[in-house]
């Protein structure tokens, strides 16, 4: 038994003697984590659940950022297991699965529904969007090689679970003389899969399809890796670089196609002076067109960038700052965006039980106010943070948008 601590005490204290950017607290651990957000760029979370929603269309219009109206959402959650020999030799194993979404409605068409435009004139707008489910399964490989420089190599198979890229749709906004505006919006949204959804979409499956569904999912992935690089500068900074190389597309030969649209109308628009203004709307989706026509490709966003650990006072407090360039749909012409992430996070632990963590970023289009709390009792550790959201800076810490996450930790 004094033999095993021993082995145990010499394992752990290798762990802590080169500097890195992430020390692992353990040599084996086993853990969970789960995130989850949404968010928006104007509309507060107590003026959108309450009973009784009323929305100023012109106060939008006053005060909506010209980038107009922006709503996302992001999920992740992981299971995963490291085994941490020693800086030369880490394994880590994981599965997750992964969402995200993001819609654009221009300012334009707010500033036309709530000031009004030139009878008998039309205009027309794009709405853009797009929504993904990745389930994602790999291993990553960390050694030092010429004693200062840490290399971690992660591939992962990834299987889009449900695929919407990005789509558009067309609003038209017309007037009439007699005081009376129409918005409409239409839009054709093709949704690809690994199988067919029209048998769960009409409650005609068994069991059988199910499994063999599942086989064909896991089946029909992408391969991407991701390599990372880092090494002290100084006793009390350390840099590093990191990609993620999308390399082989999953593939789906599975598509639905709706019409989807929506219409708004006001009559009498001169009447929102005596309380006569008359409103209408209505919206719905159209017949659903399943093909076998074609097979997708999709690949998971590219990524580059450079981190650093900075550690002014000791291994008890860490800066960390991050920037970063993703291009997603990197290799379809059409439907690519490219855009920045960044990040800065302060940490503070002490002797590594309790720790507490600050951090400002922006992550998938997203500004993100995040507090969280580390609770170590050696074998179980437990991270909770929670964190505000919204399409821009300051609206970031204006209730339009939260998260939360939540990781435990189980080793030795």
């Known amino acids: 038994m004094k033999r095993i601590i021993c082995i145990c005490a010499i394992l752990a204290s290798s762990l802590l003697a080169f500097a890195e950017l992430y020390a692992p607290h353990r040599i084996v651990e086993v853990g969970i984590d789960s995130q989850v957000g949404a968010s928006n760029n104007y509309f507060r979370a107590d003026e959108v659940f309450t009973k009784n929603l009323v929305i100023d ?28 020999i020693s800086p030369k030799f880490r394994l880590g194993l994981f599965t997750e699965t992964e969402g995200a979404g993001y819609l654009n409605v221009p300012h ?25 489910l990745f389930y994602n399964i790999g291993a990553s490989f960390h050694t030092t090689i010429f004693e200062k420089y840490g290399v971690t190599f992660t591939p992962t198979y990834y299987v889009p679970l449900a695929y919407m890229e990005k789509t558009t749709a067309k609003v038209t906004v017309s007037s009439t003389d007699d005081g009376s505006l ?24 068994s069991s059988g ?28 900074l350390d840099v590093g670089a990191f990609v993620r190389i999308p390399m082989i597309p999953a593939r789906l030969d599975h598509k639905m196609t709706m019409d ?10 001169m009447g929102i002076l005596d309380k006569s203004m008359e409103m209408d709307k209505d919206y719905g989706v159209g017949d659903v067109v399943y093909t076998t026509d074609e097979s997708k490709k999709v690949w998971r966003p590219f990524r580059i960038g450079a981190e650093a650990a900075w550690r002014p006072f000791g ?21 690519r965006s490219v855009y920045p992430e960044f990040s800065l996070a302060a940490e503070a632990a002490f002797r590594n039980m309790i720790g507490i963590n600050f951090s400002t970023n922006y992550l998938n289009r997203v500004f993100v106010q995040q507090m969280g709390i580390m609770l170590n009792f050696r074998v179980i550790e437990l991270n909770i943070k929670a964190m505000l ?13 939260a998260g939360a996450y939540v990781g435990v930790r189980i080793g030795f």
């Open 182 to 205: 129409t918005a409409r919006a239409d839009a054709q949204v093709t949704l690809y899969s690994a199988v067919s959804l029209q048998k769960y979409k009409e409650n005609k499956f």
């Open 108 to 132: 334009r068409l707010f500033e036309i529904l709530g000031k009004g435009y030139q009878a008998g004139e039309d205009a027309t707008f794009d709405i853009e969007g797009y929504a993904d």
């Open 315 to 335: 291994s008890w407090f860490v800066l960390r700052p991050m920037l970063a360039l993703v291009v997603r749909n990197p290799y379809t012409s059409g439907v």
């Open 260 to 269: 989807v649209y929506g219409y708004y109308t006001v009559n009498k628009l």
């Open 209 to 236: 399809d199910v499994t063999s569904d599942i086989a064909k999912s896991l089946s029909s992935g992408g391969f991407d890796l991701s390599l990372a690089v880092e090494r002290p500068i100084f006793p009390k």
């Open 389 to 401: 959201r919204g399409g821009s800076f300051i609206n970031s810490f204006n209730w339009t948008g």
């Open 57 to 84: 269309l012109r106060e939008v219009s006053e005060n909506l950022s010209s980038s107009g109206l922006e709503i996302d959402y992001y999920t992740k959650d992981r299971i995963f297991l490291n085994v941490n």
